[in-house]
């Protein structure tokens, strides 16, 4: 116990006091309920506490709640360390109690410590050079090219045998991944060795859905950067020859409605180069056009101006009808009204809570 503490507790590398702990009698492989004195060794990066552990017998594949020495040293990105505990015969393929390999922790290892440091491609060279499976799956039934996150790591994955168009169990692939994470290397990486643009995960979506999706779970300045890095990779994305710019997913959004909502206008304007179609309307009717009709921004009204009312659809007349009552437009409710729009519709306040209704009546009384 106390040599665990030590350890734990140490600034600097302790060595002598570790020596001297074994000497006395420690037991090497004591864990605590997380780590054995090895894993706190190769957390701390004590290269030489490391090595002392082992050539006095310390177990290098014990598997425990923060999985393996290895898993360790990889979170870390300590090469060194990593080298040390193959050389004793880690094992590259043992499974973390959540599901995961060494070789997808590999993948998404950065330095948290120090963001802006590129993360290491070689964490996932040494690995697959001893062995480890780019195919092999971990929680969520992800493989590490879905957790990849810079362009080297890609190609390194891709060269072994990774599969490009892999689904996990949400239907995401590596492509929809980086999309939604906003990273336009990994996303390029992967367009560039033949990932499929268009393929759709179990709601329907599409990478470039992804990239344009403005839900933001990130923290601190990821959550600031997102918006921006995820529109890169939108950019990107319709640089491919064969994308569609007009599929939807199980709600009917289309990028197109997406990126009017982003109030993106360099992306509406590559959209609508692409013939995105302009007309097509979501589970409450709602089109590119009667979300620029509600919005504030000049230009994209512009780029997306208002149709006859004249033979458009129930849904879409109803869509336009909650439009105008929210700006306040009387003579455009008077219109839409006298073209067959219905003073009594009904709808779904958002897309997770389609079956809460609310009227236009009630819409109105509220503005």
């Known amino acids: 116990n106390f040599l665990l503490y030590v350890l734990s507790q140490s600034e600097k590398q302790p060595l002598e006091i570790v020596r001297v702990l074994i000497d006395k009698g420690a037991d090497v492989n004591t864990p605590s309920s997380s780590k054995t004195a090895l894993m706190r060794a190769a957390d701390k990066g004590y290269l030489d506490i490391v090595r002392l552990l082992l050539s006095k017998g310390a177990q290098v594949n014990v598997n425990i709640d923060d999985g393996t020495p290895l898993m360790v040293a990889v979170n870390r990105g300590d090469t060194e360390i990593m080298k040390i505990l193959l050389a004793a015969g880690a094992d590259v393929k043992t499974v973390h109690r959540m599901g995961d390999q060494a070789l997808m922790m590999a993948a998404e290892q950065r330095s948290y410590r120090t963001p802006s440091l590129e993360p290491k491609a070689e964490v996932v060279e040494l690995l697959l050079a001893h062995g480890a499976d780019p195919k092999a799956r971990g929680e969520w039934n992800r493989t590490a090219l879905m957790l990849a996150n810079t362009a080297a790591k890609v190609k390194l994955l891709l060269a072994k045998g990774a599969e490009i168009d892999a689904k996990d169990e949400y239907g995401q692939t590596a492509l929809m991944h980086a999309a939604e994470r906003g990273n336009a290397a990994v996303a390029s990486a992967l367009l560039d060795n ?14 470039l859905l ?3 999706d403005d839900e933001n779970m990130a ?14 990779v939108a950019r990107r994305i319709l640089l491919a020859k064969n ?4 599929a939807a997913n199980q709600d009917g959004e289309t990028p197109l409605i997406r990126a009017v909502r982003l109030a993106n206008i360099d992306v509406i304007k590559a959209l609508l180069a692409k013939k995105a179609d302009a007309n097509r309307s979501d589970v409450f009717g709602d089109t590119a056009i009667t ?10 009204k512009k780029l997306l101006p208002l149709p006859s009312l004249k033979r458009q659809p129930a849904n879409v007349l109803n869509a336009f009808l909650r439009a105008a009552i929210e700006k306040k437009d009387e003579a455009k409710v008077k219109e839409l009204l006298t073209a067959g729009a219905d003073p009594n519709h009904e709808y779904g306040i958002s897309y997770n809570h389609k079956s809460i209704k ?5 819409l109105a009384a509220g503005e």
Do not use: M
Request: net charge neutral.
């Open 243 to 246: 994308v569609d710019v007009n």
């Open 210 to 212: 992804y990239s344009l």
């Open 291 to 300: 979300l620029a009709y509600n919005s504030d921004n000049a230009e994209i």
């Open 194 to 207: 033949g990932a499929s643009v268009n393929l759709i995960d179990n709601k329907g979506l599409t990478a």
């Open 358 to 362: 609310r009227t236009v009546l009630i």
């Open 219 to 232: 923290h601190g300045e990821e959550r600031k950067t997102l918006p921006q890095r995820r529109l890169a």
